[in-house]
C-alpha cells in the first residue's frame, strides 16, 4: 500500500519531466536513455530559459574579462532572469551569488566542484559577494544514514574544499544551515506561510510516511535567496540573487521564485549546469559504492590514470580499421566529453573534436590527454586543500560584512 502511494508520487514528478527514461529532481538524476540528456527538451518543460549568445557577450562587456569555458561551451546553459540581475549589476545595484551543497561524508568527486568553481569565477568576474549554504539539515532528513552531529562535521570538511576552488575569505560566507538558520528565520517563516503541503507533494514527491524535516526543509533552501536573510552583509538593502546550481535543484527555486512573487520581492535568478555522468558513460552516475564511476578529489595520479584507461566509456570504434574508417561517436564517448568540462584551451578540444571524430586520433591518446588534464587539476586542488586549516574554515563562516558590498560605483 505505502509502496504503491510512494510509486505514485514519483510518477508525479516524472511526469512533470514529460521526458521518457529521464528522471530529474534533487533526491534523484535518473537518465536511462544511455545518450547525452536531451537539455533542449529539459528546458522546455522546466520552463525556464536558454543561455544565449547575447548573454554571453554581455556578461563579457560587463566583467571585461574572458567568458568562463562553462558559459562558452554550453555546460551552464540555462536561466531565470539573468537579464535582470544583469541589469541590476549594470544599474550599480549589484547582486549577490547564493549556492551550496548538501555535505556527505563521501569524498567529493570532480563533478561536485563545477558550481564551486563556476561560482568562484563569478565573483572574481563580478567582484560581487557570494554565500555559500551547507544544508547538513537536508541531509540528516534525506539520507538519515548517520546523526545531524556527524552531517555537520562533513559540512566543515566539505567546506575545506570549496574554499579550496580559491574563494576570497572577504567576499564570501560560509554556513551550515542547522547553525545559521536563527539568523534567517522570519524569512523561513515567510515561505514556509506561502507554500502549502500540497505544493510541496507536488514538487518533490513527498507523502505522509516522509519526517517532518523534509517538508520544511525547502524553506530553509529559499531562504538565503533574500538578501534580508544576511542583516551582517546587506543591512536593510534589498539585493538581487543568482543562484548557480545543477538543474536537478531547479524545483526548489521554482518555489522561491513562486513565493518571491508573493512577497513582492525581486525573483530569485538562476543560472543552470549540465551533469557530467559517470566514467561508465551517458546514464550512469558517479558514486562512492563504484569507485571506478567517478574521478574524486583524493584519487592519486595512479588511480586517476588506472580508471580513465580501464573505465572511462570511449565511443572509438572496436577494432583500429573501423576507428579510422568511420572515426568515434562523440555523443556517447566520455574523455572527449570529459576535456569538454576540463580543457579550458579551446582551439585544442576543437582540434580533438575534428581529428577523434574522423578517426585520425585514436582513444588512446585522446584518454592520455584527459588523465594530464585532469591530474594536474585533482593534484593542485589537493595542494591547496591541504593548506585549510580548521581556523581558516571558521573564518570564512563568521558573521561579518563582506569587503565588496556596497558596490563600488564605478560606472
Ligand atoms: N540541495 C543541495 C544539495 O543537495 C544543497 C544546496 C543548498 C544548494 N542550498 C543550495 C545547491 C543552493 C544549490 C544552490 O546538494
Known sequence: MQQSE???????????????????NPYEVVNNSKKQIDYDKLIQSFGCQRIDQAHIDRIQALTQKPVHHYLRRGIFFSHRDLTQVLDAYEAGKGFYLYTGRGPSGDSMHVGHLMPFIFTKYLQEAFDVPVVIELSDD????????????????????????????????????????????????????????????SQLRGIFGLNESDNCGKVAYPAVQAAPSLSSSFKHIFGKDEVMCLVPQGIDQDPYFRMTRDVCYKLKVPKTGCIHSQFLPGLHGFGTKMGTTDPTSAIFLTDTPKEIEEKIKKHAMSGGGMTKKEHQEKGADLTVDVPYHYLRFFLEDD???????????????MTSEVKKELITVITKIVTEHQQ??????????QKFMELRPLSNYPPKKNN
Open 384 to 393: 591547496r586543500r591541504a593548506l585549510v586549516t580548521d581556523e581558516i574554515v
Open 347 to 361: 582551439a585544442r578540444l576543437e582540434e580533438i573534436r575534428v581529428q577523434y571524430g574522423k578517426g585520425v586520433m
Open 138 to 197: 537536508e541531509k540528516f532528513f534525506h539520507k538519515s544514514e548517520t546523526t545531524l552531529e556527524e552531517y555537520q562535521r562533513y559540512g566543515y570538511e566539505n567546506a575545506k574544499d570549496i574554499i579550496a576552488c580559491g574563494f576570497d575569505v572577504n567576499k564570501t560566507f560560509i554556513f551550515l544551515s542547522s547553525q545559521y538558520a536563527g539568523h534567517m528565520y522570519h524569512n523561513i517563516c515567510k515561505f514556509q506561510h506561502a507554500i502549502t503541503y
Open 6 to 24: 510512494q510509486e505514485q508520487q514519483k510518477e508525479q514528478v516524472i511526469a512533470q519531466n514529460e521526458i521518457p527514461d529521464l528522471i530529474i
